[in-house]
């Protein structure tokens, strides 16, 4: 079993970067492939990057391509998301994900084992 726990949420002016960070628990880190999702008010959780145990392989959703970088740093069992030119759209409450199964990253939420609690992150003017 692993624990995570997401931080580096918080309010932001459109344009302005973020970087997120989950740190992980319990198990070794490096075994999970990893996600990050995120859920806004009145809306499902969706896939926003994943990368896998290595960190070579990663992939995004089209909304965020190009603006967001998933990486992870296994000797400190951390996964980071690094956003860029944010979007009033991309105001919701984040989630990374462990998959302790699968060696690919998956979009798929129902693929993914264990969460963090979430960090809010709020792009407004």
Same mark, same amino acid.
């Given at each position: 079993? +692993? ?5 580096? =949420? #918080?309010?932001?002016?459109?344009? /302005? $970067? ?6 992980? !628990? ?21 896939? +926003? ?5 290595? =960190? #070579?392989?990663?992939?995004?959703? /089209? $909304? ?6 998933? !990486? ?54």
């Amino acid at each position: 079993q +692993v624990q995570l726990a997401e931080s580096g =949420g #918080g309010l932001v002016q459109p344009g /302005d $970067s973020l970087r997120l960070s989950c740190a992980a !628990s319990g198990r070794t880190f490096s075994g999970y492939v990893m996600g990050w999702f995120r859920q806004a008010p009145g809306k499902e959780r969706e896939f +926003v990057a994943a990368i896998d145990r290595s =960190g #070579g392989n990663s992939f995004y959703a /089209d $909304s965020v391509k190009g603006r967001f970088t998933v !990486s992870r740093d296994n000797a400190k069992s951390t996964v980071y998301l690094q956003m860029n030119s944010l979007k009033a759209e991309d105001t919701a409450v984040y989630y990374c994900g462990a998959d302790r199964l699968r060696s690919r990253p998956s979009r798929l939420t129902n693929e993914y084992d264990y969460w963090g609690k979430g960090t809010q992150v709020t792009v407004s003017s």
